[in-house]
């Protein structure tokens, strides 16, 4: 077999990788999936939310295996001023995603509150909230995402990832749009009239009283 063949089996057998992945990840955090648990299995819904996300994490790992070992030359890597630019988007964006954790229930998110409490409702425990960043982005944590993973040098195992990522990044905020409707209803609605959902706009944003009355209007 040639590189050439071999390369391309290994792309195609990486994004066949992404794409399970993010097939079973959307499945299992919709709502239908939830509420047929819920139906059929009401003893496991404590746990859900902590077993969706280790599974979240454990099905990272073939497709991150095959990126990292995945043979092929680089398309681009930043050099010179363009590498400290990069490298310091990317850091900012981690530190802006470490720094909206505060406005977030950490024992909801990760599940660990719904096992303790044994809370079994389907709907997420946290009420609606909104950090700074999201007077701008209604999905601040997608666009970080979406900073941190483009500003890395490409080769074509990181740049199917990137893509793969990317894709799922869109499509699934989509998604979480219908359940982020149907916990919060009407005012989640008008928030999205407001604010766009990944990248900011300078004309679409909260300033921060908006955001005050936006929270507490029922």
Not at 101 to 118: C, H, M, P, V
Not at 151 to 174: E, H, K, P, Q, V
Not at 176 to 205: D, M, N, S, T
Request: hydrophobic share 50%; glycine share 6%; net charge positive.
């Amino acid at each position: 077999m040639s590189a050439t063949t071999a390369t391309g089996s290994q792309a195609l057998l990486l994004a066949g990788a992404w794409l399970l992945y993010f097939l079973i990840h959307s499945a299992l955090a919709s709502l239908s999936c939830k509420r047929w648990v819920a139906a059929h299995w009401p003893s496991v819904m404590p746990a859900y939310r902590l077993l969706f996300n280790l599974q979240s994490l454990l099905l990272l790992l073939p497709p991150l295996y095959i990126a990292y070992t995945m043979d092929g030359p680089w398309l681009w890597r930043w050099q010179g001023a363009a590498a400290w630019f990069a490298n310091a988007l990317a850091l900012v964006a981690i530190g802006l995603f470490l720094w909206t954790t505060r406005y977030y229930d950490s024992g909801a998110f990760s599940g660990l509150k719904q096992w303790r409490e044994r809370i079994g409702t389907v709907e997420d425990q946290e009420r609606f909230h909104l950090s700074p960043l999201h007077r701008f982005v209604r999905h601040p944590w997608y666009l970080l995402g979406l900073v941190l993973i483009w500003t890395r040098d490409m080769n074509i195992a990181f740049l199917l990832s990137s893509l793969a990522a990317s894709a799922y990044f869109i499509i699934g905020s989509r998604l979480e749009e219908g359940k982020l409707i149907a916990y919060h209803g009407e005012r989640y609605r008008r928030y999205r009239q407001r604010v766009p959902g990944l990248f900011p706009l300078p004309w679409r944003f909260l300033n921060e009283n908006e955001a005050k009355v936006l929270l507490h209007d029922e």
